[in-house]
């Protein structure tokens, strides 16, 4: 093994130690990934950031669970295949609503998480931070932020195949996959 690379996990373990103890969960500017299992032309691990300041945490890693994109997809309201996301994860857009909102809506339904990403289908770098809204409710479920290429590419690879939903495992631990194995999306630069 090269030197450096034995070094970089090193020390992205002792970062996943250090930042993500499961008594806490994930603090704000940390990330968590998750691998799509199927369609097998998006089977890349994503990034994606946690709300600041509402929603849970990650207390269980689901190895095969559906992400289902929310109909309509800014979750704003009800939802029109809400019984797809019953004890599945939800994949909402930016827009239309507060991020707790959509949070809300995918909670209201079952959901065990709510991965939101931004409507802006050209940012592949650019994290937003996802604050409560002014209205004082709260989310129990974990929510969190995905890059707006991210999310275009798996709904258009599901769109494509004419699947409802990808099979995921969340959270990965990246830090035990060799950095030469991991299956980055070509499109994003880690």
Known sequence: AVPGA??????????????????????????LYFQVLSPGDIRYIFTATP??????????????????????????GELNNGV????????????????LSKT???QEHGGRAVII???AYDNDSFYIEMIQ????????IPALFLLGR???????????????????????????IPTYEMMQPPWTFW
């Open 51 to 76: 709300a600041k300041d509402f929603g849970g945490v990650f207390n269980t890693r689901y190895d095969q669970i559906h992400l289902v994109p929310a109909d309509p997809p800014e979750a704003c």
């Open 6 to 31: 034995a070094m970089l996990r090193r020390s992205l373990w002792l970062c996943l130690c250090l930042c993500s103890c499961p008594a806490r969960g994930l603090r704000i500017h940390e990330y």
């Open 104 to 106: 809300r809506v995918v």
């Open 150 to 176: 991210d999310g275009y590419m798996i709904r258009r690879s599901l769109e494509q195949h004419g699947l409802p939903w990808a099979v995921i495992s969340i959270p990965v631990n990246v830090t035990s």
């Open 84 to 99: 797809f996301i019953q004890d599945q994860i939800a994949l909402v857009e930016r827009g239309g609503c507060s991020f």
């Open 133 to 140: 809204d002014s209205s004082r409710r709260t989310a129990d």
């Open 117 to 119: 990403a931004d409507n």
